[in-house]
């Protein structure tokens, strides 16, 4: 989840970034006395993400400064419509302006294109859901946009779950072990609340990876014939991932092979930012 203190972390890292000695420019143009009112006005339209987020770029910026959420998370919009107001000091408007922008767009851009794969697999029964294919140090941010878009999140981390691919089955199996008894051995050393999941690439791995008891199975990069049938084969005995170069364009043929889950990591490596500007007036009393 995305926590307040979450949010204070990555925003005052960008704010420190981007103005680690004060914002100059405004300091030296802009009236110490000078109030600021902003809109945050989308110029496309979309989905929107981030309102905390945005709110939080000016408010540690000057806590005097107050945001209006005209447009709540998950709802959407259209162009010209106004999603917030900002009114404060004009030197901390200003100061915080590119930074909540950079937020709030990037965010919306996740929870629009993940909007966009949700209602093409619309009454499929499969879950859209991202993956760790995301911003170093921004993961909690990009993984709420997906949610207010209608997706879902897989794993968090590494540490939230047991999800073996490849070279992982590969270095159990140096050891002598058949595939089967090294998932088993493996999961007998687990606590029985954590999840396992398995990555297969090919149809002939399944029966191994499903005698071991594994709760999810992900297939590859399977063509749509095979998903078909390792879905078949797989029975209901465990949930079924596909992966691996999911689009806009194959995404419902996807979903429509009976899959549960299909994960799609362009959802947070390839979003757009979302065109939204900060239209600003400033008052000198």
């Not at 979450?6 to 000695?21: C, F, G, K, M, S």
């Not at 089955?169 to 998932?183: D, F, I």
């Not at 071991?212 to 749509?224: K, Q």
């Not at 014939?225 to 991932?241: F, Y």
């Amino acid at each position: 989840m995305l926590t307040r203190s979450a949010i204070d972390r990555v925003v005052t890292a960008a704010l420190e970034e981007d103005a680690p000695w004060g914002d100059l420019t405004s300091e030296t143009l802009i009236p110490e006395n000078a109030v600021a009112r902003a809109e945050l006005v989308a110029r496309v339209e979309g989905v929107f993400s981030g309102a905390a987020v945005f709110a939080a770029a000016f408010t540690l910026t000057d806590p005097s400064t107050s945001v209006e959420q005209l447009v709540a998370d998950a709802g959407r919009f259209s162009p010209g419509d106004t999603l917030a107001v900002v009114t404060g000091p004009a030197r901390a408007v200003l100061t915080a302006e590119r930074i909540g922008l950079n937020f709030v767009q990037r965010m919306s851009g996740i929870a629009t294109l993940t909007a966009r794969y949700v209602a093409e697999v619309a009454h499929t029964g499969a879950r859209i859901v991202d993956t760790r294919k995301t911003t170093p140090g921004l993961r909690a941010i990009e993984r709420q946009a997906v949610r207010d878009g209608g997706g879902h999140n897989h794993r968090f981390s590494l540490s939230d779950a047991v999800m073996a691919k490849d070279n992982h089955l590969a270095v159990l199996t140096a050891q002598g072990l058949s595939v089967t008894q090294a998932l088993e051995s493996a999961i007998a050393r687990l606590p029985h609340t954590t999840h396992v999941e398995v990555e297969v690439d090919r149809l002939d791995q399944i029966d191994a990876v499903l005698a071991a008891g594994v709760g999810t199975i992900m297939l590859d990069n399977f063509s749509l014939d095979d998903l078909r049938t390792g879905v078949a084969r797989i029975a209901g005995a465990a949930q079924v991932e596909a992966s691996g170069g999911v689009t806009l364009e194959t995404v419902r043929a996807i979903a429509e092979t009976g899959v549960d889950v299909i994960s799609v990591g362009a959802l947070t490596h390839s979003a757009s930012a979302l065109d939204l500007g900060l239209d600003i007036r400033i008052e000198t009393a």
